[in-house]
């Protein structure tokens, strides 16, 4: 048996050329065949096999040198002075100085409130967790951020007040039924802190709101216009923010009640006969009348109704005058003749004439513009 058949017999994967004494074979010196390819691919998978072992070796060791994270509280961002009914947002500042991301519990505490919240931060970053308060009581409160596994705190303050709003106002003391008045309120912020508030006024039946935003420290004025209602004694003002309420009595009249005659300035009147009777003839009596109410009754001339009384409050007769409305500060002159006495008998004249003469009380009923 020749080379060539040992190395067949023995299995081999590879002939060797030239190893015979034969001619006629063309051998190129390479190995081929499916043999060769097989073993081809396992050193393939053993080299990567061995690098992926490698890798994972490298990437142990790596972590095994990488620092394991550190979060920390950097900072508390906050109001430094909120109102007592205003909800406060705290915003916590994170960092992760460490290799590898982690977690914490961070916890905060203000004005006998706590609240936590957990976090996840990534290595070498930053984040911010916020935390919103409501009702906190007023006065300075003190504000603590920690964490749950750290001994640290950190500490900031926020100042708590109460709104303080001042309420001055212009009114007229005495109104007249029916007239048109105007009310102007002045609000004035008494603190370095923005405030919303109702304005209210109300004057009997009466009721006038209005929203105001005060900017800190600043004031404005509002107008509210109305109609003087027939019954009300005091006018109210009152805001919601600082619960100011203000009272003031006003003296609501109408216009019978604020003129008075105050004096008869001049008088005469004469009759002639007529058959039997006596009628009328003319008639001139003048009388000084007072604005005793001290209200504007903003007309310029006006006619009144006098009822003649006796010295017992017995109704003798009634009659017209004319005149000027009188000013809050001067009388006025109103004139009646013979027209305005509603009879023209004498008699009827001759009885009121003598009961004013006799100190008998004269009493306006009515006032017409």
Not at 115 to 134: A, H, K, L, N
Request: glycine share 8%.
């Amino acid at each position: 048996m020749n080379r060539r058949e040992y190395l067949a017999i023995s299995g081999g994967i590879v002939a060797l050329a030239g190893c015979n004494g034969e001619s006629g074979d063309d051998q190129s010196g390479e190995e081929t065949g499916p043999e060769v390819d097989q073993r081809e691919d396992e050193d393939q998978q053993v080299d990567e096999d061995q690098q992926v072992d490698e890798d994972q070796q490298v990437d142990e060791d790596q972590q095994e040198e990488t620092e394991p994270a550190r979060i920390e509280i950097i900072e508390i961002k906050s109001f430094d002075k909120i109102l007592v009914e205003d909800d406060l947002d705290v915003y916590i500042d994170l960092e992760n100085t460490g290799g590898q991301t982690g977690e914490a519990v961070v916890e905060v505490n203000l004005g006998g409130s706590q609240q936590s919240e957990q976090v996840e931060i990534e290595p070498d970053s930053t984040g911010t967790v916020r935390f919103e308060f409501e009702d906190i009581p007023s006065g300075q409160q003190d504000i603590e951020a920690s964490l749950s596994e750290e001994e640290m705190t950190l500490s900031d303050t926020v100042e708590v007040v109460e709104p303080d709003i001042e309420l001055t106002y212009d009114i007229e003391s005495t109104q007249l039924v029916g007239q048109d008045q105007t009310v102007e309120i002045t609000l004035d912020n008494e603190i370095d802190l923005e405030i919303t508030t109702n304005l209210m006024f109300e004057l009997g039946s009466v009721e006038r709101s209005e929203d105001v935003t005060l900017e800190p420290s600043s004031s404005e004025t509002i107008t509210f216009d109305y109609e003087v209602p027939e019954v009300g004694s005091y006018a109210q003002f009152a805001e919601t923010a600082g619960e100011t309420v203000l009272e003031e009595e006003i003296n609501i009249t109408t216009a019978v009640d604020a003129l008075e005659i105050t004096e008869i300035i001049d008088g005469s009147w004469s009759c002639y006969s007529a058959f039997a009777f006596e009628d009328l003839d003319t008639v001139n009596w003048e009388f000084e009348v007072t604005n005793s109410a001290g209200v504007n009754l903003e007309t310029d001339t006006a006619t009144i109704t006098v009822q003649q009384l006796d010295n017992d409050g017995r109704l003798i007769g009634t009659f017209d005058a004319h005149g000027q409305i009188p000013s809050p500060d001067t009388p006025s002159v109103f004139r009646s003749n013979a027209e305005d006495m509603g009879e023209d008998e004498c008699d009827y004249v001759r009885s009121i004439v003598e009961a004013s003469n006799n100190g008998g009380d004269r009493e306006i009923t009515d006032v017409e513009w």
